[in-house]
């Protein structure tokens, strides 16, 4: 079974910095584009960063040159270092896992970011 298990949100002050973890277990990370969404409330889910299988990234024009998405392989695990947070990025994070060939869509529990002015 597969499970997606984020940590690392919290409580930061405008400025400051978090950095989010998602542990994927089973096989099927090495497979997958894996990305980090996230919804604030009263607003739709939306894509914040990709990693593609080959390690290329997108990122959200609201995060770029703040955030940066990376994946340890080895570990299972993809990152997102968050600098520079402003109270708009306060939201509930998700990670997403895309196996590119066996298809399929994989969700985390999501993990409470909230940013203080």
């Known amino acids: 079974q597969v499970q997606l298990v984020e940590s690392g949100g919290g409580l930061v002050q405008a400025g400051g910095s978090l950095r989010l973890s998602c542990t994927v277990s089973?096989?099927?990370?090495?497979?997958?584009?894996m990305d980090w969404y996230r919804q604030a409330p009263g607003k739709q889910r939306e894509l914040v960063a990709v990693?593609?299988?080959?390690?290329?990234?997108n990122y959200a024009d609201s995060v770029k040159g703040r955030f940066t998405i990376s994946r340890d392989n080895a570990k299972n695990t993809v990152y997102l270092q968050m600098n520079s947070l402003r109270p708009d990025d306060t939201a509930v994070y998700y990670c997403?896992?895309?196996?590119?060939?066996?298809?399929?869509?994989?969700w985390g529990q999501g993990t409470q970011v909230s940013v203080s002015s």
């Open positions: 990693m593609s299988l080959g390690g290329s990234t």
């Open positions: 089973g096989s099927i990370f090495i497979r997958s584009t």
């Open positions: 997403h896992a895309s196996p590119v060939i066996l298809g399929g869509d994989y």
